[in-house]
């Protein structure tokens, strides 16, 4: 293109004072210049001289001059964006997007036999195409309401269909499931209208039609669907599914049926494939033996790179398997035959056969840094993470093979993550110093409301005046520095709350005690920034990695929300999470419990637990990191039962303690009487009846005494005396503890027994006792109740804490004497706290004579 043509039209549109003198300087343009010749600076000149105001009027016009086409106008508008538009840098960089519900408008207009209107939807698909080209432009397709204008163009079957499915299809592909919040209503149309197609078609295009469904609800936001009604789209899949399932299938037609009913069971349910919906179970167990035959068949049969090109089948199969295994052991019983169940058994026992065998190839490799981040290779710890969860028995001598393979995938996984989110973070100096000085300013207050006396509930209120005081300074310092409030907040608040994350000066003895991942030094105090979570995983391989939770950050949202084909963001893989439930069952048996500690795992346990705190701190609203974290207590607890001697000498788990105490305050202040909470009590409590020599060299007094009051609060406040209309108060579950008492009073036992043992050890378990008032708490509920509903076991372990703690120390028997002790002893008839307040009656009398 002569750079004269386009200069002389670039005027002529600059000088145009009418509307018709631009409409001809638009045509000059469209004859005399080619667009694949120009630039994109001049392609951006032109669309400056023309105006987009003027362009959308042009669209929007329904007049015409005479003896010219109805269309004219809009057709030449299109022609000219279509033209300019095929550079995707300029749709990024102009306002283009305003053009974007003319176009909608365009492409659902009911259009009659016309060439020129349909060379005006083709043109208007092309610059639609434009905008799917990047992530920005697919968020302005969807913020005009472009989704909803190509449902209907496919759903009405309207010219450009296929243009409009190429599109969606592209769309669904590049798009988060997390991005399609407010398209609920367009998907459920396409949906309806492909679900009926695929019921109602007999040959090859059914297959086809699965890939494109199982898109579309892959990233449905099921919350915006009524479910309640009976949907068009779900009896449709439902007699489309049936059909497949009871035909004799190829390879090329398994395939999109498997990967259909993996993201149809990730967003209904796996009820939707049982009975009452279907006549009985023969669907699912077919589904879940062909699921079974194909991972058997990719896995045993085919090298890393071919498996690696199946991901996305893969995953489906992994994604069923996962499935069946939560719905066997949640639901309720499908009604099996002795014969299906050994059917069903066996079928998955020879799948995770081939899964472990996988994993032993790749492990008798040697090179697990070039596995970790294999997307397939995700997927299958994660599948393997879900059986044994629940059998560990079946394939025992395979699976022990695979551990140490397994903790090495996980460590470096860790460490990568650990690294990347040590990259992203970047907080100046000054916002340090403020959060320095406001744990500075939280220990003290703590440390004064010790000195003073005050019960838990008053330091809590104390600490939080502090912490609202320390607020508004925050924010007016931000005010005056100009400082971005949102992130200032965020990063004061994870640093408040975590105390770990920076070194502390305490006014007894500082805590040195160190370790890491690869058992080198790095402070006990510290969490490590882990704001990614691991592996990052291709683009096929969608929803096989992470389970649905909301979080602070997009990235950690993302990942939350899949299944199991993982998203195609940036988001990395906490995969250690999904082996969690495993390790439970395996560190309570020996021979794996040898291997596990053999090959690191304690170190790289220490370390997770301080990377969960550092996310829970951020927000304690996350299920999956409120769930890993009971997990790890649970593993914890193993070792403290099991394994006291590696517990007293690990200096892994002596940091854990550590790391624990600090934690349980600042967790109790978040969300007190929870499940967590109360794990994390009784798993400190445990480790410091068997580390009490370590601990007394390393932590500092008013942690422990942080730590210990906490303990008390557990303790006292189980129980509570109510009437339960009756005529006298009787033993009652504290409402707090209620929701789940069956697994708080396991704790709550647990956390005594160690509480008594705990007395002669440390001073500090004194000092805690007095200003919680668990003592004399415990004497009012219990005498109240006059032994009316009392266990024979709560009362044997309270007896045994009021004896322990009268026979070790003197202020503490003094003050069990003055609230009711001796009134206590002679309800539950305990001769021997009897015998220790007498005692102490006895030497009082002495010093008086």
């Known amino acids: ?123 208007a698909f092309e610059v639609l195409k434009m905008f799917a080209g990047s992530q920005q432009g697919i968020k ?67 297959f086809e039609l699965c890939n494109f469904i199982a898109l579309i609800l892959r990233v449905m936001p099921m919350d915006e669907i009524d479910m309640t009604e009976k949907q068009p789209w779900k009896t449709s899949l439902l007699k489309g599914i049936q059909d497949i399932f009871s035909s004799r299938l190829g390879e090329a037609q398994r395939e999109p049926a498997l990967k259909l009913v993996a993201s149809l069971i990730g967003q209904v349910g796996m009820e939707f494939i049982l009975p009452p919906n279907t006549k009985d179970n023969k669907v699912l167990l077919m589904i879940i033996h062909l699921s079974c035959i194909e991972v058997r068949i990719t896995l045993e049969n085919l090298p890393i790179q071919k498996v690696c090109e199946k991901a996305d089948l893969l995953c489906a199969c992994y994604h069923l398997l996962e499935n069946i295994i939560i719905y066997l052991t949640t639901s309720p019983s499908l009604l099996l035959d002795e014969k299906q169940i050994l059917q069903l058994h066996s079928a998955m026992l020879g799948a995770f056969h081939s899964i472990i065998f996988f994993l032993k190839e790749l492990s008798d490799e040697n090179n697990p840094q070039g596995q970790y981040q294999n997307p397939v290779v995700i997927a299958t710890v994660r599948v393997l993470g879900a059986w044994l969860a629940e059998e560990t028995s079946a394939l025992r001598t395979k699976t022990y093979e695979i551990l140490p393979f397994l903790l090495q995938i996980c460590k470096l996984q860790l460490e990568f993550s650990n690294e990347l989110s040590s990259k992203e973070e970047n907080i100046n100096a000054d916002r340090l110093k403020n959060i320095k000085r406001e744990i500075d300013e939280d220990t003290q207050a703590m440390s004064d409301a010790l000195s003073e006396g005050l019960s838990l509930e008053e330091q809590n209120a104390k600490i939080l005046e502090v912490e609202q005081d320390n607020d508004e300074k925050v924010k007016s310092g931000e005010e005056n520095k100009s400082v971005k409030k949102g992130n200032c907040e965020s990063e004061s608040k994870t640093k408040e709350n975590g105390k770990e994350v920076d070194e502390k000066e305490t006014k007894g003895k500082s805590v040195t005690f160190k370790t890491d991942l690869d058992g080198e030094n790095s402070e006990p105090n510290s969490v490590d920034n882990a704001n990614s979570e691991g592996v990052l995983v291709g683009k096929e391989t969608e929803q096989m990695v992470n389970g649905t939770s909301k979080n602070e950050a997009e990235e950690e949202e993302a990942e939350e929300e899949s299944v199991y084909l993982m998203d195609q963001s940036t988001t990395s893989v906490d995969l250690l999470r999904f082996l969690l439930p495993g390790l439970c069952h395996l560190t309570s048996e020996d021979d794996p419990r040898k291997i596990l500690v053999d090959n690191e795992l304690l170190p790289m346990l220490n370390f997770y637990l301080k990377r969960l705190l550092k996310r829970y701190f951020r927000n304690d609203s996350n299920d999956n990191v409120v769930k890993a974290l009971e997990l790890l207590c649970n593993i914890f607890l193993n070792f403290a039962v099991i394994e006291p001697g590696l517990v007293r000498k690990s200096d892994h788990l002596i940091n854990v303690t550590i790391v624990v105490m600090e934690a349980v305050p600042i967790v109790g202040r978040k969300t007190e009487f929870t499940p967590l909470w109360l794990k994390m009590v009784t798993l400190g409590m445990f480790y410091l009846r068997h580390q009490s020599s370590a601990i007394r060299s390393v932590a500092a007094d008013d942690i422990l005494v942080h730590f210990f009051i906490c303990a008390c609060t557990f303790v006292k406040g189980a129980f509570i005396n109510s009437s339960k209309n009756r005529k006298k108060d009787v033993l009652t579950v504290s409402p707090h503890y209620l929701p789940f008492w069956e697994e708080a009073s396991q704790l709550w036992f647990l956390t005594i027994q160690a509480m008594t043992s705990c007395t002669s050890l440390y001073p500090q378990l004194v000092k805690a006792t007095l200003v919680s008032g668990m003592m004399p708490q415990l004497a009012k509920v219990f005498i109240a109740v ?16 009021f004896i322990t703690m009268a026979h070790c120390h003197e202020q503490v028997r003094n003050v069990i004497k003055t609230t009711g002790g001796l009134q206590l002893s002679k309800i539950y008839d305990s001769k021997e706290l009897r015998k220790e307040l007498g005692i102490a009656e006895k030497s009082g009398q002495e010093k008086k004579s």
């Not at 407010?182 to 009926?196: C, R, S, T, V």
């Open 1 to 123: 293109m002569e750079k004269r043509n386009l200069e002389t039209c670039i005027v002529k549109l600059q000088e145009a004072e009418s509307d018709n003198e631009k409409f001809a300087a638009m045509l000059m343009v469209a004859k005399t210049t080619k667009s694949s010749e120009m630039t994109t600076e001049e392609k951006k000149r032109i669309l400056d001289a023309i105006g987009l105001t003027f362009l959308i009027r042009l669209l929007k016009s329904d007049s015409h001059p005479e003896d010219c086409s109805a269309n004219i106008y809009k057709s030449m508008a299109l022609s000219v964006l279509s033209g300019l538009c095929a550079d995707s840098k300029l749709v990024e960089s102009t306002s283009l997007y305003r053009i974007l519900k003319p176009l909608n408008e365009i492409i659902v207009t009911k259009q009659s036999n016309s060439e020129e209107l349909e060379n005006m939807v083709n043109d």
């Open 140 to 206: 302005q397709l969807m913020d005009s309401g472009t989704i909803a204008s190509l449902a209907k163009v496919i759903s009405k079957d309207l010219y450009g269909s296929s243009k409009a499915s190429d599109l969606m299809t592209y769309i669904l592909h590049a798009m988060r499931p997390c991005i399609w919040t407010g398209q609920g209503k367009a998907l459920e149309k396409m949906l309806n209208f492909y679900a009926q197609n695929m019921e109602e078609n007999q040959n090859q295009e059914k």
């Open 786 to 801: 006059q032994g009316r509903d009392v266990g024979e076991e709560v009362i044997r372990c309270v007896l045994s804490l």
